[in-house]
Nanobody, 116 residues
Framework: QVQVVESGGGLVQSGGSLRLSCAVSGSRFWINDMAWYRQAPGKQRELVAT???????NYQDSVKGRFTISRDNAKNTVYLQMSSLKPEDTAVYFCKARDGLSSYYWGQGTQVTVSS
């Protein structure tokens, strides 16, 4: 059974930094794309950043230059380094992984709160 576990969320002041981690375990297949999403209260879940197993990245415009996604393929772990955080970054952050059969797996989410 595939498990996706996020960690690293918390409360930070505006302008601060946080690093999120997401570990995928139990997959019998290679993990291809990994991504971070977020969902703020009363809003739809939105894509924040993606990374392929080859390291190609893509970002939502609002986080470009502030967030960096990276991964360790050997550990099936993806990271999101968030800097210059703003109150509007407050949300539950979710990790999503896609395996070689194009099955998708989601984590339970980790809360990020940015105070002004």
């Amino acid at each position: 059974q595939v498990q996706v576990v996020e960690s690293g969320g918390g409360l930070v002041q505006s302008g601060g930094s946080l690093r999120l981690s997401c570990a995928v375990s139990g997959s019998r297949f290679w993990i291809n794309d990994m991504a971070w999403y977020r969902q703020a209260p009363g809003k739809q879940r939105e894509l924040v950043a993606t990374i392929t197993d080859g390291g190609r990245t893509n970002y939502q415009d609002s986080v470009k230059g502030r967030f960096t996604i990276s991964r360790d393929n050997a550990k099936n772990t993806v990271y999101l380094q968030m800097s210059s955080l703003k109150p509007e970054d407050t949300a539950v952050y979710f990790c999503k992984a896609r395996d070689g059969l194009s099955s998708y797996y989601w984590g339970q989410g980790t809360q990020v709160t940015v105070s002004s």
